[in-house]
């Protein structure tokens, strides 16, 4: 990760899990922790929500520092040793989390404000 920039307080951490259509029989999970070894470092867990077969969790406002991110998956269909998911997708993103007075992004997709929302007034939007 890289290191905090000037009116940068830290980041969100973004995983994505997704497994194709073809392995629907699966509750997906995605978890991020702090300590790979540590289940008690776990600072974000998502399961899927609904059809779209993805799972996405955000660890928010943490340090710079290494990050470890998981998936797994549980059978839905009750029958033991039934074949785990081999097919999926994960994917990461950090997102800059701003100090006061930075200029931001209203969608917060790009970054987001520390606290409160992105103020959209004028030209130029900042960080209340």
Same mark, same amino acid.
């Given at each position: 990760?890289? %290191?905090?920039?000037?009116?940068?307080?830290?980041?969100?951490?973004?995983?994505?899990?997704?497994?194709?259509?073809?392995?629907?029989?699966?509750?997906?999970?995605?978890?991020?922790?702090?300590?790979?070894?540590?289940?008690?470092?776990?600072?974000?867990?998502?399961?899927?929500?609904?059809?779209?077969?993805?799972?996405?969790?955000?660890?928010?406002?943490?340090? %710079?520092?290494?990050?470890?991110?998981?998936?797994?998956? @549980?059978?839905?269909?009750?029958?033991?040793?039934?074949?785990?998911?081999? @097919?999926?997708?994960?994917?990461?993103?950090?997102?800059?989390?701003?100090?006061?007075?930075?200029?931001?992004?209203?969608?917060?997709?790009?970054?987001?404000?520390?606290?409160?929302?992105?103020?959209?007034?004028?030209?130029?939007?900042?960080?209340?």
């Amino acid at each position: 990760m890289p %290191p905090l920039t000037a009116g940068q307080t830290g980041y969100d951490v973004l995983a994505h899990s997704r497994t194709p259509i073809s392995q629907q029989l699966y509750t997906l999970y995605v978890y991020i922790r702090s300590r790979c070894d540590d289940p008690g470092a776990e600072l974000a867990c998502m399961s899927q929500l609904d059809q779209t077969y993805t799972a996405n969790a955000v660890a928010k406002d943490v340090a %710079p520092g290494d990050y470890f991110i998981f998936h797994d998956a @549980t059978s839905f269909s009750g029958s033991i040793g039934a074949p785990f998911p081999n @097919t999926y997708e994960l994917s990461a993103d950090l997102r800059p989390v701003l100090a006061s007075g930075q200029p931001c992004d209203p969608a917060g997709v790009a970054n987001r404000c520390h606290g409160d929302a992105c103020a959209a007034g004028g030209n130029a939007p900042a960080c209340p």
